[in-house]
T-cell receptor, first 114, second 111 residues
Framework: RKEVEQDPGPFNVPEGATVAFNCTYS??????FFWYRQDCRKEPKLLMS???SGNEDGRFTAQLNRASQYISLLIRDSKLSDSATYLC???????????????FGKGTKLSVKP | NAGVTQTPKFRVLKTGQSMTLLCAQD?????MYWYRQDPGMGLRLIHY???????AKGEVPDGYNVSRLKKQNFLLGLESAAPSQTSVYFC??????????FGNGTRLTVT
């Protein structure tokens, strides 16, 4: 089982739709979690951190379920500008060390159509 | 405030040639990283540094060397380029652990 798994998509949705992405991780020692957004031929950019209690930033809601080792991202009222690839990122301590290692999922592609 | 700057943006190399990718950050970050991104593979860590003068291997270090002589710069070297090193290379920095701030990337083709 891959350490971080995401449905690659693509998710094709109309403007205004609500869309949800899921991500599972295999290492229970994972400590922190993030969603990054990557536009075509651009660098990844932090979208939001994911907290155990769940957190919201405008139209975006992230949730974490440690028991099921599952992270989700919900986008409400999709905009054309939301079209991008969304990367699930998990941070875990390197074995025997204090330095974390970010593990990136392969990403879920979202295409929002007019 | 430029953030993380990578040079060059594009490069084509022949097999066996060498080159150095430069990453510079002006955020006074301690940690710096080099990743490569290949289709269907996601981002993979090549090497990283937790401070000036220190470097460590990541997930895919073979064929690469790095140096962090100054806090603001992190260099990635390819001593003898191979076609398997054709990729998009991203440098990133962070204050101390995530989240990471990425540079714009370097597209490298090895023929």
């Amino acid at each position: 089982r891959k350490e971080v798994e995401q449905d690659p998509g693509p998710f094709n949705v109309p403007e205004g739709a609500t869309v949800a992405f899921n991500c599972t991780y295999s290492n229970s020692a994972s400590q922190s979690f993030f969603w990054y957004r990557q536009d075509c031929r651009k660098e990844p950019k932090l979208l939001m951190s994911v907290y155990s209690s769940g957190n919201e930033d405008g139209r975006f809601t992230a949730q974490l379920n440690r028991a099921s080792q599952y992270i989700s991202l919900l986008i409400r009222d999709s905009k054309l500008s939301d079209s991008a690839t969304y990367l699930c990122v998990v941070n875990r301590l390197l074995y025997g060390g204090s330095q974390g290692n970010l593990i990136f999922g392969k990403g879920t592609k979202l295409s929002v159509k007019p | 405030n430029a953030g993380v700057t990578q040079t060059p943006k594009f490069r084509v190399l022949k097999t066996g040639q060498s080159m150095t990718l430069l990453c510079a950050q002006d955020m006074n970050h301690e940690y710096m990283y080099w990743y490569r991104q290949d289709p269907g593979m996601g981002l993979r860590l090549i090497h990283y540094s937790v401070g000036e003068g220190t470097t460590a291997k990541g997930e895919v270090p073979d064929g690469y060397n790095v140096s962090r002589l100054k806090k603001q710069n992190f260099l990635l070297g390819l001593e003898s380029a191979a076609p398997s090193q054709t990729s998009v290379y991203f440098c990133a920095s962070s204050k101390q652990g995530p989240p990471l701030h990425f540079g714009n990337g370097t597209r490298l083709t090895v023929t």
